[in-house]
């Protein structure tokens, strides 16, 4: 790869191979797992989109997909405020097999306001998936039923995942150089 955003990058930490194999392992197991289940995928926007459509097209399951947004970043690198959710279902889970989907679990709070709002519409299961998993940044008391990979402290960006809403068409997961974080 050439070209500006190549420039703005520090170190690959996952490379797209890596990511390729680890989402057939979590295909896999989803496949499994929901086998003769009631499918309901839901997606957390805008992070989740890459992430979601390479996994989608390796289940093998009929499924049903909605998706919430959910926004805390803005232009930084912690999270600025508790998660907002811009948006509730659309399709009703009553009774149905609910798996949310997120790029990374890193305080915890999103999926958590997620899970709270989506319990509320009484799902049979519900369960979470993310690529990335930082659990020492965790604020609450949540481990997701499924991950790829654990990662450390450092901000991430790449499939799918952003700084200031940039860098999510990479095709791995990288960190930037320091001073990109200042410029935009
Ligand atoms: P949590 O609510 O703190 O668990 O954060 C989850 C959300 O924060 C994810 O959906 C991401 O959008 C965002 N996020 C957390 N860490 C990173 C990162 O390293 N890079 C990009 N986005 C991140
Ligand atoms: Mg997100």
């Avoid at 949310?100 to 519900?126: A, H, M």
């Avoid at 481990?143 to 860098?167: A, C, M, R, S, T």
Wanted: net charge negative; with cysteine.
């Amino acid at each position: 790869m050439s070209g500006e955003m190549q420039e703005d990058i520090d170190k690959i930490i996952i490379t797209a191979e890596e990511i390729g194999k680890k989402v057939e392992d979590i295909s896999q197991k989803l496949s499994t797992d929901y086998k003769g289940k009631d499918l309901t995928v839901v997606a957390i926007l805008n992070g989740s989109l890459v992430f979601l459509s390479d996994l989608i097209r390796q289940l093998p399951l009929s499924m049903r997909l909605d998706t919430i947004g959910a926004d805390t970043y803005g232009a930084q690198t912690f999270p600025r405020t508790d998660p907002r959710l811009l948006n509730s279902l659309k399709v009703d889970v009553q009774g149905r097999d609910v798996l949310i989907i997120d790029d990374i679990i890193d305080t915890g709070k999103t999926l958590q306001k997620v899970l709270e709002d989506i319990n509320k519409y009484k799902p049979r299961s519900i369960k979470t998936c993310v690529l990335l998993n930082r659990s020492d940044r965790r604020q609450v008391e949540l481990e997701p039923d499924y991950f790829g990979f654990k990662i450390g402290n450092e901000f991430v960006v790449g499939y799918g995942l952003d700084f200031n809403n940039q860098y999510r068409n990479l095709p791995f997961i990288a960190a930037l150089k320091a001073e990109c974080y200042g410029k935009r």
